[in-house]
């Protein structure tokens, strides 16, 4: 898992002016008390939390995992984000790859993690492909920002090369990794990562490429093995993450009323929203035909509806997530009463500035007035 940081944006106001739900007489009553459980994730389909697109994140039933470690009975589910690339972790063979000619495609058992991509190109102009018009949701009318992800091991030959082409014998982006067992990340087009407004629109017929239509003698002979093949769509730039008019393209939200029968009513200070998290087993990821992989993390996100402040944590995946464990966003919120509902909660199950594909098991939502 590659390693990353965790960043909580905060913004500490504490400015009480006329309009806002103010806290009158102290916090006392509001102490351990968890102002969305009536809201769980209620598997499979949860009722109050919403999808932001059911293509790019999911649900799914997970309630006969184990529940070992958490505060009390809970519904648990499990939250996705999908790999777009069929058959990535080659369980289902070479299913989906293209074996062109003077080229060699089988599947090793276990050269980088199960079955894995066991691959020669023996002629500077030869290629293997996977055809990009297969991806979940491709449309080649469309622009596009997308990460490829994967894991690599050089067979022979100096270099190993990958390519990105539009179909028009027009090479569009060439990576030349260095030989050695490591996790491989790629955002394309690559003049701008992490900018949205830079996008490509692959017309025609795109593939990526084991190899490159440019031929090159450092090519003539590159043999390797490919693993754990995965492509996700980051047209939505990170930064967008704290905007709080925007639901992200992959989170799970949920919009906090600023009032409900039976529930103390929102009012300006300190909040805490939280998960609880675990690693889904590895027994669920290897069936076949599953190509489902860890989360790399987990970002979270309190918003204000009412004066556009938010707060968000960038939480990396670690050893610790065997076991059910809580994670969280602190932050001041100014609460406006004119503004119903509120907050919004969002959760996306990668890292907002690093996303990848991959699943975690999610329970016991809580939002707290921290007194």
């Known amino acids: 898992m590659k390693s990353s940081f965790l960043l909580i944006t905060s913004v500490l106001l504490v400015i009480f002016f006329a309009g806002c739900q103010e806290a009158v007489g102290g916090f006392e009553e509001y102490a351990g008390v968890n102002l969305i459980e009536t809201h769980p994730f209620d598997p499979p389909v949860p009722t109050d939390w919403l999808l932001s697109n059911g293509t790019y994140v999911n649900f799914t039933d997970r309630t006969a995992a184990d529940a070992t470690g958490l505060p009390s009975s809970a519904d648990i589910s499990g939250l996705t984000i999908p790999n777009l690339a069929a058959n990535g972790d080659f369980e289902n063979g070479t299913t989906g790859w293209t074996n062109g000619g003077f080229t060699s495609i089988a599947i090793d058992g276990g050269a980088i993690d199960g079955n894995t991509l066991d691959y020669a190109v023996n002629d500077a102009s030869a290629m293997i492909t996977y055809n990009l018009l297969t991806l979940t949701d491709f449309d080649a009318a469309s622009s596009y920002r997308f990460l490829f992800s994967y894991q690599m091991k050089s067979g022979y030959g100096a270099y190993l090369f990958f390519e990105v082409n539009d179909g028009a014998s027009e090479i569009s982006d060439l990576w030349k990794p260095e030989p050695a067992t490591t996790t491989l990340s790629y955002e394309f087009p690559d003049d701008a990562p992490g900018d949205s407004s830079v996008v490509s629109e692959l017309d025609g017929s795109p593939f990526f490429a084991i190899g490159s239509v440019l031929g090159s003698p450092d090519v003539s002979t590159q043999a390797g093995y490919l693993d754990n093949f995965r492509v996700v769509r980051t047209h939505v730039a990170p930064t967008l993450i704290t905007d709080v008019t925007t639901v992200l393209d992959k989170s799970v939200y949920f919009d906090v ?61 670690d050893s610790s997530w065997s076991s059910w464990q809580k994670v969280s966003v602190t932050g001041s919120l100014e609460i406006d009463s004119s503004t119903d509902p509120a907050l919004r909660l969002s959760i996306m199950p990668t890292l907002g500035i690093d996303q990848d594909c991959g699943t975690m098991l999610v329970a016991v939502p809580e939002l707290m007035l921290i007194p």
């Open 257 to 317: 009323p600023l009032d409900e029968t039976g529930r103390l009513p929102l009012v300006s200070g300190t909040y805490r929203f939280s998960v609880w998290i675990r690693r889904e087993e590895s027994a669920f990821l290897t069936p076949l035909t599953q190509n489902s992989f860890q989360s790399n993390g987990i970002s979270l996100r309190m918003a204000n509806l009412g004066d556009g402040s938010s707060h968000t944590a960038f939480i990396p995946a």
